[in-house]
Nanobody
């Protein structure tokens, strides 16, 4: 089992920034396919950004490209999501996800591709 814990969510004004963190214990995140997803009330879970196994590649959803940046700090075994230029439509619960199923350096973009999920952290952007 992989226990993922997100943190860093909160309330921010439009145009502001937040940095989310995803941490785990007893596992090395770099050995997993990783991703951030978000879900707003009444909407499907949406792909935000993903990192392929071993960090060989990254991919961003169209709605966040050029505003969000993902990074993996191997020393701290922590996955980050730096969110800049936040918009009200970014309001959602953000989830960290991981998978051990994919033995290739390919970014996975579908929720069904991930078997491990954190509890989520709320991000609210006011207008």
């Amino acid at each position: 089992q992989v226990h993922l814990v997100e943190s860093g969510g909160g309330l921010v004004q439009a145009g502001g920034s937040l940095r989310l963190s995803c941490a785990t214990s007893g596992r090395t995140l770099s050995s997993y396919t990783l991703g951030w997803f978000r879900q707003a009330p009444g909407k499907e879970r949406e792909f935000v950004v993903g990192i392929s196994r071993s960090g060989g590649g990254t991919g961003y959803g169209d709605s966040v490209k050029d505003r969000f940046t993902v990074s993996l700090d191997n020393a701290k075994n922590t996955l980050y999501l730096q969110m800049n230029g936040l918009k009200p439509e970014d309001t959602a619960v953000y989830y960290c996800a991981a998978s051990s199923r994919w033995w290739s350096e390919v970014v996975r973009t579908a929720p069904r591709d991930y078997e491990y999920w954190g509890q989520g952290t709320q991000v609210t952007v006011s207008s």
